[in-house]
């Protein structure tokens, strides 16, 4: 089972996401 894998890439695309949003906030 790869269920930690793909955790762990949901994971940093949340993180990339956030980010994302934040910097459109900021801009």
Do not use: K, P
């Not at 994971?11 to 956030?18: E, K, P």
């Amino acid at each position: 089972m790869q269920l930690t894998r793909f955790t762990d890439l949901g994971l940093r695309a949340m993180m990339l996401l956030s980010a994302g949003e934040f910097d459109d906030q900021r801009v």
